[in-house]
């Protein structure tokens, strides 16, 4: 019998987000895919959880993939997880699952919390249509991306640092414009807030902005007014 692999969503912050299906099916399989050992030791722990854990992340993807095909076909049951949300949405793991479907072994979502439709939810703005960027290029293609999206007939979601807000608020001014933009930061954690404000005003104000913890941005779309 080949084993299955549960693809299985974890907290964005708060540890007691997670689902109940989700710490069964991290009690029930042998293995357990992880971005950083360290994060997930953390949640693992919380529960009272021991499992083997290996190293599956951006990097290592491609040289990996094969061999946890070799273990679920030899029976293995395998979670992936990320260090926070959904797997496989702007984290590691496509290649995985489209291995894993090509080759007949099942696999399982554990639904449970996603950053962007968390921040798309209490921002404020239009969610009957929206486009997930993500993190924007650092340098080679970044003010071509920028005015892609800025021709897009949507909300659009950015993931940011800290280090690289302010620049990518300058950046939203000049090629949107002075659209609505909502700034979630620290979802679900002590210090969450969200900042609901058009650009020009959010930029006059940018001192009050706390470079820090993890930011998610939406663009309200063209011609949206509040």
């Known amino acids: 019998m080949v084993g299955s692999l549960y693809i299985v969503s974890t907290p964005i912050g708060n ?27 953390k949640l693992l722990n919380h529960f009272k959880i021991e499992k083997k854990l290996f190293v599956y992340n951006d990097i290592n993807e491609h040289k990996k993939a094969k061999g946890i095909l070799d273990l679920l076909s030899s029976g293995t049951n395998v979670a992936l997880v990320s260090d ?90 000049k090629y949107f414009g002075d659209r609505y933009v909502a700034i979630c930061r620290e979802l679900t954690k002590i210090y969450e807030e969200v900042v609901l404000d058009k650009i020009s005003n959010i930029l006059l104000n940018k001192e009050n902005i706390k470079l820090k913890g993890e930011f998610i941005i939406i663009i309200a779309k063209d011609g949206y007014k509040n």
Not at 25 to 38: F, G, N, P, S, Y
């Open 84 to 173: 926070a949300g959904t797997p496989c949405i702007s984290d590691p793991g496509y290649r995985l699952v489209n291995l894993s479907q090509k080759n007949d072994i099942n696999v399982f979502s554990i639904p449970g919390p996603c950053s962007v439709i968390s921040a798309l939810s209490i921002s404020g703005l239009p969610t009957d249509n929206f486009f997930f960027q993500g993190f924007l290029p650092k340098k080679k293609g970044r003010h071509t991306k920028l005015g892609e999206l800025a021709g897009l007939k949507c909300s659009v979601v950015l993931f940011e640092s800290p280090k690289r807000v302010i620049k990518t608020l300058n950046n939203i001014e």
């Open 15 to 41: 540890l007691d987000d997670i689902t109940k299906r989700a710490v069964d099916i991290l009690r029930l399989v042998d293995v357990i895919l992880c971005e950083d050992t360290r994060v997930t030791k």
